[in-house]
């Protein structure tokens, strides 16, 4: 039996059940060393030195002794009610969350909730949570803007391997950074049939916009966060025609229109405003159906509840869209 199968083991008993070889935790999780050393080798073979070896050389520290080696407890990610002492820290700006994309529909309905665990893991690199995520499936990355929530009363705990705990992550603290680009690119296919369709006639009361069509279908079935990179990734493509830039234009109209109305819908705010400024900001829209420049400065009014006569923002001198467009390659 190898040093990772029974720590496997070890894991399982020190974090889940305790019972399965017979023994008890106290309150902070701790187990007796001579008891855990003589229930594993009921099934296995493992003594003192083996043990300190499985607790020094695992890459993860998942385990601690007491100063006097007597006992031993994992250090967090319990399913069992201890209380491991984790320390009571001041997070950084941002942490992270990893997880399998088959998580992700639950998270963003419910947020991040502890579940079987006392506590939601965090990590605090994008390359950690990715390890993470990996085990779980198909990973996908959360940021979670933890300083925000320490200062709204929230509380952050470190355990002594640097994984960072919290009871939860509400949605509004949490934004996804990692998409399945196959799954992208279905809904931009997706997109262009809708915008290709001949029936769809903007000029008939009769039938639905485009844009309706394709934020009212089309967020219903892959969820807005989804919808929102595919229109991303249309604003970014330089090939694309104006019409279709106009059109992303009316579709985050309607998506701002929703939210104002109460929808929980997540902006990109600053990414998509400065996309849609840098794609149709000046451009001649004779011929067109809709006043696209007004349609614009009521979106950046929306979504940042903006005075529509009296402001003077002017979204492209934004420092944070100019961040943001950078990133794409985009120089303002």
Same mark, same amino acid.
């Given at each position: @039996?190898?040093?990772?199968?029974?720590?496997?083991?070890?894991?399982?008993?020190? +974090?889940?059940?305790?019972?399965?070889? /017979?023994? $008890?935790?106290?309150?902070?999780?701790?187990?007796?060393? =001579?008891?855990? *050393?003589? /229930?594993?080798?009921?099934?296995?073979?493992?003594?003192?030195?083996?043990?300190?070896?499985?607790?020094?050389? !695992?890459?993860?520290?998942? #385990?601690?002794?007491?100063?006097?080696? $007597?006992? *031993?407890?994992?250090?967090?990610?319990?399913?069992?009610?201890?209380?491991?002492?984790?320390?009571?820290?001041?997070?950084?700006?941002?942490? #992270?969350?990893?997880?399998?994309?088959?998580? $992700?529909?639950?998270?963003?309905?419910?947020?991040?909730?502890?579940?079987?665990?006392?506590?939601?893991?965090?990590?605090?690199?994008?390359?950690?949570?990715?390890?993470? /995520? *990996? +085990?779980?499936?198909?990973?996908?990355? #959360?940021?979670?803007?933890?300083?925000? @929530?320490?200062?709204? /009363?929230?509380?952050?705990?470190?355990?002594?391997?640097?994984?960072?705990?919290?009871?939860?992550?509400?949605?509004? %603290?949490?934004? +996804?950074?990692?998409?399945?680009?196959?799954?992208?690119?279905?809904?931009?296919? =997706?997109?262009?049939?809708?915008?290709? +369709?001949?029936?769809?006639?903007?000029?008939?009361?009769?039938?639905?916009?485009?844009?309706? $069509?394709?934020?009212?279908?089309?967020?219903?079935?892959?969820?807005?966060?989804?919808?929102?990179?595919?229109?991303?990734?249309?604003? &970014?493509?330089?090939?694309?025609?104006? !019409?279709?830039?106009?059109? @992303?234009?009316?579709?985050?109209?309607?998506?701002?229109?929703?939210?104002?109305?109460?929808?929980?819908?997540?902006?990109?705010?600053?990414?998509?405003?400065?996309? &849609? %400024?840098?794609?149709?900001?000046?451009?001649?829209?004779?011929?067109?159906?809709?006043?696209?420049?007004?349609?614009?400065?009521?979106?950046?009014?929306?979504?940042?509840?903006? !005075?529509?006569?009296?402001?003077? #923002?002017a979204p492209l001198k934004d420092e944070k869209i100019i961040r943001k467009l950078v990133k794409y390659g985009i120089h303002i």
């Open positions: @039996m190898s040093d990772k199968d029974t720590s496997k083991f070890i894991s399982l008993i020190l +974090r889940h059940k305790p019972e399965t070889i /017979g023994i $008890t935790l106290d309150e902070h999780g701790w187990a007796n060393v =001579d008891e855990l *050393i003589a /229930g594993v080798n009921k099934s296995r073979p493992l003594d003192m030195e083996g043990l300190e070896r499985i607790v020094a050389e !695992d890459d993860k520290r998942r #385990y601690s002794f007491n100063e006097d080696k $007597t006992l *031993i407890r994992a250090n967090q990610g319990h399913s069992i009610p201890v209380d491991v002492e984790p320390e009571e820290v001041e997070p950084p700006r941002i942490l #992270y969350h990893g997880t399998g994309a088959k998580y $992700t529909s639950s998270i963003e309905k419910e947020g991040l909730i502890s579940k079987s665990r006392l506590y939601v893991h965090l990590s605090l690199d994008e390359e950690t949570a990715r390890k993470v /995520g *990996i +085990r779980h499936g198909k990973p996908v990355i #959360y940021v979670v803007q933890a300083a925000r @929530m320490y200062k709204k /009363g929230y509380k952050f705990y470190r355990s002594v391997n640097g994984v960072w705990l919290i009871n939860n992550v509400p949605l509004k %603290y949490l934004k +996804r950074i990692s998409f399945d680009d196959k799954e992208i690119e279905s809904i931009i296919a =997706d997109v262009d049939s809708t915008l290709l +369709r001949q029936e769809l006639d903007d000029n008939s009361i009769d039938c639905p916009s485009r844009a309706e $069509t394709i934020f009212e279908e089309l967020q219903k079935k892959y969820g807005w966060e989804k919808l929102q990179q595919a229109i991303i990734r249309i604003l &970014l493509d330089d090939n694309r025609s104006l !019409d279709d830039y106009c059109e @992303m234009a009316e579709v985050i109209w309607i998506a701002a229109l929703k939210k104002s109305e109460g929808v929980p819908i997540r902006f990109r705010k600053k990414t998509v405003l400065g996309l &849609l %400024y840098y794609r149709l900001e000046g451009k001649d829209f004779t011929g067109m159906h809709n006043d696209y420049e007004n349609l614009l400065w009521s979106i950046a009014c929306k979504l940042f509840h903006l !005075d529509y006569c009296n402001s003077t #923002y």
